[in-house]
């Protein structure tokens, strides 16, 4: 794609975005005419300015920025209580809509108009100038005194000011005009959607089927209903009636006629059955087909919004004065639904600007760091599960907490007591308020403070998250994460302590019955392990119910589980199903298993009833998963209705990676499709819940916060279900770094199943930047020839930086002539192992000789 | 220690596909070195078999013979490093060895997937 082509594309997205900020503006102005103190609407067209103010300055639309930043300037004093918007004045206001919509019809024809823009920044600017302090008031009249020179006049046409106040409110029909909500759809998909359209329609025929059999089967019983009543009468007058032989033959034949339509219902009711399951069978295919192509639709890739970043960087470094830095984008494949995609875009846009205004500096001072004289910036998404993880890296200066936290006192954000007491950490959370800024000037770039304010907003309408991780001198990362829709998911659902909760199955790894011979203790904290590796081992009763972890109510309940806890009492749940399948009291408040005991009860038995060693093997991707639950239910269930011990446990991995954890709970309840549901304000601050769902019988399941549970279980040093096994020394945490991927997981593969930490690098490049970001590693494994730095240059830096000098690194390179193991010594590198001749003894024992 | 069939399984076919991603890559940019020096040409090819030939090394510890694969792998490799460092200059002669060498490697590679004997 050449740069026109680029530039084309970018002009349409710039103006389905401008069109839906315009069409904002013209709706909260007619509001604001109405209501002009409602901060809501204050907030809405401040920030709708500031968009098109962003926007036009990435295209190098100087009139429309210019436009916009005077209108930003306007509602910036409104919303800050400064300026009362008087009801004329919103027609300077709709005149600026209007320019704005003209300029950019003309941008996208490639005209250029003859419209006066200084002359409306012009009268814009007067705004701010009407005399008067806190209580001012914005009026085109008082504008208009001071209009008066005609050379000032905006269009030069001797018409003053005045008579452009008196225009009445413009209606700008082409804004908005639903561009916004069109989508490119491949002709292909379309035609998948129409083949699942015409199996429908064949769905329809087959019900319509049903329906017939279903109405002669009511005939069927009308009619027996009418032999019925003879053969009645005839048993309560049997006896009195003197012609007895005739009596009997009619009850004969009529008993007959019965067994006939009996035979016929049977029949009817058995086809009719058969059919209708088989049916039944194919529709629930077809919608599941039809469900995930018509989401499939909504898909786009990540560098649909990744396009226009590079130009974007461009022009706001040459705005913020800073070179041109090395700009890297990657993951662009990973694909969003367009409405995460979209909810995404200006927050990263916002980011990006504030590395470059805030984050990297300035190329002297940078020369003075030791830095390059370019910045680095890295924009990079990854998936897990069913979110993606989107996140901007700098190399500049880092967040200052300490001025962060004299900032946040300053403005009041903050008490002082409270920003005292935050820790480092905590207080850089205070650039998400609102109106906080450290730039020491408000300039076109920033320090207006609304930027991160917006990023946290759109983030959290997206049910996404947003964090901030910075080292003073070395640079700054925020990471998005966004789930990947917003629409259905598949879902797991668990009992705990009675009540269902459900896990989105984009984040379940696998479920199983865990055995106790799995169970190991390391650290003080119980792993089990997992194909090769050691992971974390977690009762989720304990996470979601601990007492002082779990201060809502909808988690005290499980404190008061035996207690006449109506979970209905939470204002916009409806009833919680509290009652316990088949028939058994709920659990006793369970202190663990190691309190518990899990004997060796029926355990062979068990063990005989469960494939293989123990695991199910299934994922929720794998249609044999329900069936699975359903057969680990009834084996469950049997074992509590004998009143055996439980010496297996039902497990769940979440996460992926080395964020895996297993989780146990009381029981795998279904697995099943929900609709995604956001929570009421009032749970919106309950801990490892993001959303909920309503079920089919009305009933209200929380859904668990996956990346929240992950963080807390890492974190948490649980007592130990197993005691013994343990190893008392701390796993060594080792960082390989190979530009292949085979080689990276083959190398993680080997060393995980040792109970080693595996962190993994591309190349060189990301290496040192999380080796800087982390310096608690024990080893690096690296290869040689890779993109960006190489292996030699890598272990160079390492060697070179007093923090990292005794880090011990090993080469694993298919280079395996002698000048490249003398430039591994040269490089300062421990070992240099040959990939040809690979063996994983070898480089086992190297790591243990070196780690020692 | 062996991996288990699972852990085995996943490496396998990651090595397929990044193997097969590998040979489109030299594929795609073997017509360039018909041009006058093309770098990024030359180093991108460079990475791929040199990938290439490092995974067939790496494939050992799982026990897969792919020996037939490595001479022509290795022959890429050491032609394209001398492309990279200036040993050797870029022109059709190169290209037409380098076109022979990928051909092999890719009949071979794929003869290694068909095979039913075969581990991959």
């Known amino acids: ?852 | 220690m062996l991996l288990s069939d699972e852990v085995r399984q996943r490496l396998l076919h990651k090595f397929r596909t990044e193997t097969s991603q590998n040979l489109a890559t030299l594929r795609l940019n073997l017509p360039f070195l018909n041009e006058p020096e093309d770098r990024d040409a030359i180093i991108t090819m460079f990475f791929a078999a040199h990938t290439i030939k490092g995974n067939l090394g790496m494939m050992q510890i799982l026990e897969v013979d792919l020996s037939a694969l490595n001479d022509r792998a290795t022959d890429l490799e050491t032609t394209l490093l001398g492309l990279r460092n200036r040993e050797l200059m870029p022109g059709p002669v190169v290209a037409r060895q380098l076109e022979e060498y990928l051909s092999q490697l890719e009949s071979q590679f794929s003869l290694s997937l068909s095979q039913e004997t075969s581990a991959l």
């Not at chain 1, 204002?571 to 919680?576: D, E, F, L, N, R």
């Not at chain 1, 699975?628 to 084996?635: A, G, P, T, V």
């Not at chain 1, 190979?738 to 060189?764: N, P």
């Open chain 1, 1 to 852: 794609m050449n740069l026109e082509e680029t530039r084309r594309k970018l002009l349409n997205k710039f103006k389905e975005e401008t069109d839906t900020q315009l069409l904002s503006l013209q709706h909260r102005l007619v509001d604001l005419e109405l209501d002009a103190s409602n901060t809501d609407y204050l907030r809405e067209v401040f920030r709708a300015a500031h968009t098109i103010k962003g926007s036009a300055r990435m295209m190098n639309f100087g009139e429309i920025s210019s436009i916009a930043h005077e209108m930003e300037n306007i509602f910036a004093e409104m919303r800050d209580g400064r300026l009362r918007l008087q009801p004329e004045t919103n027609d300077l206001l709709f005149e600026a809509v209007d320019t704005i919509n003209t300029l950019v019809e003309a941008a996208l024809r490639g005209d250029k108009t003859d419209l006066n823009v200084p002359g409306l920044n012009k009268r814009l600017a007067q705004i701010l100038d009407t005399p008067g302090d806190s209580t001012a008031t914005a009026t085109s009249s008082g504008l208009a005194s001071k209009e008066t020179k005609p050379d000032e006049d905006a269009n030069g046409t001797g018409a003053g000011q005045e008579a452009a106040s008196l225009l009445p409110p413009i209606v700008l029909s082409k804004v908005g005009a639903l561009s916004d909500n069109v989508i490119r759809v491949d002709v292909g998909k379309l035609d998948e959607l129409m083949n699942i359209a015409g199996e429908l329609v064949l769905g329809k025929m087959e019900a319509e089927a049903t329906l017939n059999n279903l109405r002669a089967l009511q005939d069927l019983l009308r009619q027996r209903q009418r032999l019925n009543g003879p053969v009645r009468n005839l048993i309560a007058n049997s006896g009195r009636d003197p012609s007895e032989v005739t009596t009997w033959q009619e009850m004969r034949e009529a008993l007959i006629r019965l067994t006939q339509v009996d035979q016929q219902i049977e029949m009817l009711v058995k086809n009719t059955l058969r059919d209708h399951e088989e049916n039944t069978s194919q529709l629930v295919n077809r919608v599941d087909e039809l469900d995930n192509n018509v989401k499939s639709v909504r898909m786009l890739p990540i560098e649909t919004i990744y396009q226009e970043f590079p130009l974007a960087v461009r022009s706001m470094a040459k705005e913020a004065r800073r070179d041109l830095p090395d700009f890297r984008q990657q993951g662009g494949e990973i694909e969003l639904d367009k409405k995460v995609l979209e909810g995404i875009r200006d927050p990263l846009v916002q980011i990006i600007k504030n590395s470059l205004v805030h984050g990297i500096e300035l190329p002297q001072e940078r020369l003075e760091a030791n830095k390059p004289k370019a910045g680095r910036l890295i924009v990079s998404a990854t998936q897990d599960g069913g979110f993606v993880t989107i996140s901007v890296s700098d190399d500049g200066k880092g967040i200052n907490p300490a001025q962060l936290r004299q900032k946040a006192i300053e403005k009041k954000i903050y008490s002082e007591a409270r920003a005292l007491a935050m820790s480092d950490e905590d207080i850089v959370n205070v650039i998400f308020e609102s109106g906080f800024s450290t730039a020491p000037i408000i300039d076109d770039l920033a320090g207006r403070g609304v930027g991160m304010e917006i990023v946290k907003t759109n983030l959290e309408r997206l049910g996404g998250q947003v964090s901030v991780n910075s080292q003073l001198g070395q640079g700054t990362t925020v990471t998005l994460r966004v789930p990947i829709t917003m629409a259905t998911s598949r879902a797991l659902l668990v009992r705990v302590s009675g009540i269902i909760y459900a896990i989105l199955a984009p984040a379940i790894e696998s479920m199983f019955y865990l055995e106790m011979e799995r169970v190991w203790s390391r650290e003080g904290r119980d792993v089990t392990s997992y194909g090769n590796s050691l992971i974390p081992l977690v009762r989720l009763e304990d996470l979601i119910g601990r007492p002082g972890r779990a201060d809502h109510p909808i988690f005290r309940h499980q404190e008061l589980a035996h207690e006449a806890y109506n979970p209905a009492q939470l204002s916009g749940i409806t009833a919680q199903n509290l009652t316990f399948e088949n028939g058994h009291n709920p659990p006793a408040k369970r202190t663990g298993p190691s309190q518990g005991g899990y004997h060796n009860g029926n355990g062979q038995a068990n063990r005989e009833a469960v494939t293989g060693d123990g695991f199910v093997g299934l994922t929720l991707a794998d249609p044999r998963a329900t069936a699975r639950i359903r057969e680990l239910q009834e084996q469950n269930r049997d074992r509590q209705g004998r009143q055996t011990t439980l010496e297996r446990l039902p497990a769940v991995v979440i996460g992926s990676g080395d964020r895996r954890i297993c989780l146990l709970v009381d029981e795998l309840v279904d697995e099943t499709e929900i609709v995604v549901k956001s929570l009421s304000p009032l749970l919106t601050r309950a801990p490892h819940v993001n959303s909920a769902t309503i079920m089919g019988d009305g009933q209200v399941v929380m859904i668990l916060d996956v990346p929240s549970l992950i963080v807390t279980a890492r974190q948490s040093a649980a007592p130990g279900l197993r005691k013994g096994r343990e190893k008392t020394a701390a796993p060594k945490r080792i960082l390989v770094v190979d530009d292949s991927i085979t080689t990276r997981e083959l190398e993680r593969s080997i060393l995980e199943a040792q109970g080693y930490i595996v962190e993994l690098a591309d190349d060189g490049t990301v290496a040192l930047e999380m080796l800087s970001r982390d310096s608690r590693y024990d080893l690096v494994i690296s290869d040689v020839e890779m993109p960006n730095m190489n292996g030699f240059e890598l272990t160079t830096a390492i060697k070179a930086s007093p923090a990292l000098r005794g880090l011990p690194v090993i080469i694993v390179s298919s280079l395996n002539n002698d000048d490249h193991k003398r430039r591994g010594i040269e490089a300062g590198a421990e070992a240099y192992i040959t990939k040809g001749d690979f063996e994983q003894a070898n480089l086992l024992n190297t790591i243990e000789y070196l780690t020692s």
